[in-house]
């Protein structure tokens, strides 16, 4: 069993910063990719940021420039800080990871937590 767990949503003002946390757990063999993926009422979830084991990264345009994506491969953890938040930010954001246990590649997502920007 693979768990991601996110925490360091909450409620920010535009312009402000939050830093989000995912850490995956369980019987794990490798952790590929990790991602962020949002999703805003009556929106499609859509890709915030990836980056890969080796430390590729790749961030939607809305984003770029404002939110970095890093990793700790010790602790199977990915990080977002968000920068220059603003009210079109908010949403939930979720953890994704390609994780490798079993003999086999799968993907796993966290429950989400909320980003609230106001105005």
């Known amino acids: 069993q693979v768990q991601l767990v996110e925490s360091g949503g909450g409620l920010v003002q535009a312009g402000g910063s939050l830093r989000l946390s995912c850490a995956a757990s369980?019987?794990?063999?490798?952790?590929?990719?990790m991602g962020w993926y949002r999703q805003a009422p009556g929106k499609q979830r859509e890709l915030v940021a990836t980056?890969?084991?080796?430390?590729?990264?790749n961030y939607a345009d809305s984003v770029k420039g404002r939110f970095t994506i890093s990793r700790d491969n010790a602790k199977n953890t990915v990080y977002l800080q968000m920068n220059s938040l603003k009210p079109e930010d908010t949403a939930v954001y979720y953890c994704?990871?390609?994780?490798?246990?079993?003999?086999?590649?799968?993907?796993?997502w966290g429950q989400g937590t909320q980003v609230t920007v106001s105005s």
């Open positions: 994704n990871s390609e994780v490798v246990r079993l003999g086999r590649a799968g993907d796993y």
């Open positions: 369980g019987n794990i063999f490798r952790v590929n990719i």
């Open positions: 980056i890969t084991s080796a430390g590729t990264t």
